[in-house]
């Protein structure tokens, strides 16, 4: 008996820790976290950032040594004739004589050495390779950002949205008791059917808003499920709503920071692509250069009528090596003007990125500037539907009070708790829009990786 203990302990924890994993609420770090791994756009950018990486390998052999070696055996099956003159004839002096030429089989081996000395056309290119590795880089980080603001936004969406749920869940709670205590009123003859009718309407309709937004939450959900790169079959639980926390942060917040163009991604890869077009500029100057490389080649040939060139010294072949070493100027004259187009080109192209710099800097600073109104009206609605909130239930606790008294009428009771719904719904709001702006502050100061922390 007791060797089954242990298995059974241990199958024990195993559920108890699979069953944890399960209902493990997720947090927004874990999200993001989880969405930097498995997000397949993300995936695909590091792809690219590896791809820049082995074109620079590519471009900076272009300054190293190349040498390549080639191999051949050639069957002379039909040999080439060379007709000499009648003079040469000693048979029959003045008859053309044709001769065959060459041998039968023909073998060669041949390297050859080729190294760049001066091309100023390579060296460019190693500077612009390293540049757009950098480029590559940027571009992986602009993209690990989109996928950080787009997760938090729809997880502080799908928040809102449960907070949305409760409010509804707790006026169909009150709808059911109140439709309780009318049907007891109407069995005591102390309550019209009319009465009853309307509350079971208004019970009715919130079950229906508590459908529609079950069904929303379910479809923000797969969505931020496809952001994080997780199959949405996946069951995921999310925390409450920290509404104490986010009514803290909103009364102290006062400094929005100062907005430094130069930290956002966008911004800096428009640079960098400047960078590399002024690179690609010097490339198109710098074939008006002349350039020099060094070659060496040797080769080794065999020639016989048999097929016996590989038998060394015990075949009829002739062997023999040959070698030479040099060096190559290549001077460019004249292209019909190719060049200077080239060259145009870029320079137009350099004023195209020196236009979308100015865009981007307009368009940066008017979203810091609009982040920050709309955090500055976030913080001014929340103070006030939270105080609208308050008033809300207070008016209809009071009228639920005279209603049970009989002071007050059920259309009183009905409009007090379709108001209070109502600003409850409107704070909730705020305080999703506060944290949009609120995110799209830390977008504009180029600092949404701290979300991770």
Known sequence: MKKWIIPFLFLSSAWTTNVYAQTKQLSLQEALRFALDHNQQLAVSRLEEQIGKQKTLEVRAQALPQITGNANITDNIKKQVMVLPGEFNRDEPGK????????????????????????????????AARSGEEYYTLQTQQTKEVVIYN?????????????????????????????????????????????????????????????????????DENKLKQAMGMPVTEDLEFPPLALSDIEQKAAVTTDFGEF????????????????????????????????????????????????????????????????????????PIFDGFARRSRVNQANYTLEQIAKKLDANKMELTTAFENARLS???????????????????????????????????????????????????????????????????IKSHGNLPSLLN
């Open 96 to 127: 053309p004589v044709a001769l065959p030429v060459g041998t039968t089989w023909n073998a060669s081996a041949t390297a050859e050495l080729n190294q760049q000395l001066f091309n100023q056309s390579v060296f460019t290119g190693l500077q």
């Open 151 to 219: 997760v938090s936004a729809l997880y502080y969406s799908l928040l809102v949205k449960q907070e949305k749920l409760n409010v509804v869940q707790s006026n169909i709670d009150k709808m059911t008791k109140l439709v309780e205590t009318t049907q007891s009123q109407l069995d005591n003859g102390l309550a019209k059917r009319i009465d009853l009718d309307r509350i079971k309407v208004s019970l009715v309709n919130y079950q229906t808003q508590k459908s529609q937004l079950i069904n929303q939450l379910k479809v």
């Open 260 to 331: 430094n163009l130069s930290n956002r991604t966008e911004y800096k890869l428009l640079k960098k692509n400047e960078e590399l077009q002024q690179f690609q500029k010097k490339a198109y100057i710098a074939e008006y250069f002349p350039s020099l490389s060094f070659n060496g080649r040797y080769s080794y040939n065999s020639l016989s009528d048999k097929f016996d060139m590989f038998k060394g010294n015990n075949g009829t072949a002739n062997n023999f090596g040959m070698a030479s070493i040099g060096l190559t100027l290549k001077i």
């Open 375 to 441: 955090l500055l009206n976030s913080l001014s609605t929340i103070k006030s539907q939270k105080e609208n909130v308050a008033l809300a239930d207070e008016v209809y606790a009071s009228t639920q009070n005279n209603y049970n008294l009989g002071l007050a009428n059920l259309t009183d009771l009905l409009n007090s708790e379709t108001s209070l719904a109502e600003a409850q719904n409107s704070y909730n709001e705020a305080l999703l829009q506060y944290k949009l702006a609120e995110l799209d502050l």
